[in-house]
């Protein structure tokens, strides 16, 4: 399981933290993982635990209704949705990394899609019944964090639910990606006709003795 803060020294590689481009080294990253110089980043083929042991057995195959995962990757959260029962899609920013979640999930129901969360299509907007955003926020320079948690929020359809699964901030910080969120940057997601449900602090994946993760589930009335 990806820590959420382990992937920093490849990164720091790219040149990612410059605060003028905060978005593009993430397609630098995913096509040098594509061609070999880099490890595949974020890869894992099983949903985030936070987002599996929140939404139930993947056997169920019962629940219905839009979903969208936010800065997708490799696509498991998204494919483990659509077998839940989810009409899904899920958007990356990187097309290289859209590319590589169709490569790897041949015959997937998902809509995979390019897009970016500073500049959604008009069409996603108050669309979907479950918007799951895990790590994205954290992982771009908190120069444009309220941009980025706007954009999560807009996705969701009223009536619909939004989970967020971040890093927590500890003193230090400072030096990111990634940079993980504090109680008010989490709380933040419950703005705008958005209201909490209940705001968790879990283990993080594979390191106990690191702060953990906020896993944050909000409601639009
Ligand atoms: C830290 S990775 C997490 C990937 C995946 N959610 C996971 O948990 O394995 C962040 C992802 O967000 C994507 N991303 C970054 N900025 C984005 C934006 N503005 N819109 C959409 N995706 C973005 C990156 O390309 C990357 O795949």
Do not use: K
């Amino acid at each position: 399981m990806t820590d959420p803060r382990s992937w920093q020294s490849e990164t720091a590689l790219l040149g990612n933290a410059d605060p003028s481009d905060p978005t593009g080294w993430f397609e630098r990253l995913w096509a040098s993982a594509r061609d070999g110089d880099v490890t595949m980043p974020w890869d894992r083929d099983e949903p985030h635990p936070a987002l599996a042991t929140w939404a139930g057995a993947p056997s169920s195959g019962t629940a219905s209704g839009t979903a969208v995962v936010v800065g997708c990757g490799l696509g498991a959260d998204a494919e483990h949705l659509s077998r839940l029962g989810y009409e899904t899609t899920a958007f990356d920013i990187s097309p290289t990394a859209v590319a590589a979640a169709r490569d790897r999930n041949p015959g997937s129901s998902v809509t995979y899609a390019v897009g970016d969360l500073l500049d959604l299509p008009r069409a996603w907007v108050g669309a979907f019944d479950l918007v799951v955003e895990i790590y994205t926020v954290q992982a771009v320079n908190r120069s444009v964090r309220d941009g980025l948690t706007a954009g999560v929020r807009s996705l969701v359809a009223p009536g619909g639910t939004l989970l967020a699964v971040q890093a927590i901030a500890e003193e230090g910080d400072d030096d990111g990606p990634p940079w993980p969120l504090t109680r008010a940057e989490i709380e933040a997601f419950g703005t705008d006709g958005l209201s909490a449900v209940s705001i968790e602090q879990l283990p993080a994946p594979g390191t106990p003795n690191r702060p953990g993760i906020w896993r944050a589930e909000f409601r639009r009335a």
